[in-house]
């Protein structure tokens, strides 16, 4: 699809290659302005959860699951169902790949021996849809393959989506994992947005162990998108397609 408004943020300047990055026995953050800064281990992420990337065993796979009630079984479909767009979700750069990301203060790096099951933003995406056939059935996800008759089309830019520990964290205290982001829904006829709105979901980690950050995790990507499913509905109903 062409000619659609430029609604990605230019990359940040921090873009974690895999090439040499990580490589060396000692830790390595990356700064969000862009510096590259070595990190001890003890100063970050000691104790349970540990430091970034070990070598030798292969990494734990965790996936995000929604606590939402699955869709309910209907016997034929809506009447009348606003067909959507869906285009594909602009992530931060750090936060694009399948290593599961935190921070604190100005330096993030990746847990270690964990990762996503994939990238993020396909997972993110996934879980988009199941929300949005259990909370608004009456709207039809499509993809921009799928765009004949389609009166609007819905871009996300996520720009935080990682677990975040206060500056003065202790060995055992948790992160708050942070999902933060802006929805615009685009009108097909002119391609104009139409609606934005910025949303933002905070879950605090009940432990500081991998397994309670993937769980804080997917209770915050619940937050954000029962809120952006709502606003979906509203807008589409309230917004004229022509």
Known sequence: MTGWPDTRRAARSARHADKGLWQGTGVTTVNRIGKIAPLGLALL?????????GGGKPDNLFRLETALDPPVQQASA??????????????AAEARSDRI????GAETLYLKDARWVTPAPDMLAGLARTVFAAQASEIL???PRQAAGVDYALQLSVDRF????????GKKDPPVVRVEGEARLFRMSDRTVVAT????ADAPAQDNRVSAIVSAFSVATDQYLVQLVEWTRVRTQSSSPS
């Not at 990682?162 to 964290?169: C, I, K, L, S, T």
């Open 78 to 91: 809506p009447a009348t169902r606003r067909g959507v767009i869906f285009l594909p979700i602009d992530f």
């Open 162 to 169: 990682e677990a975040v520990y206060a500056p003065a964290a």
């Open 141 to 143: 996800l499509t993809t």
């Open 101 to 104: 990301l935190v921070s604190r």
């Open 197 to 200: 709105r910025r949303f933002e």
């Open 45 to 53: 992420l000691g104790g349970c959860v540990g430091s970034l990337l």
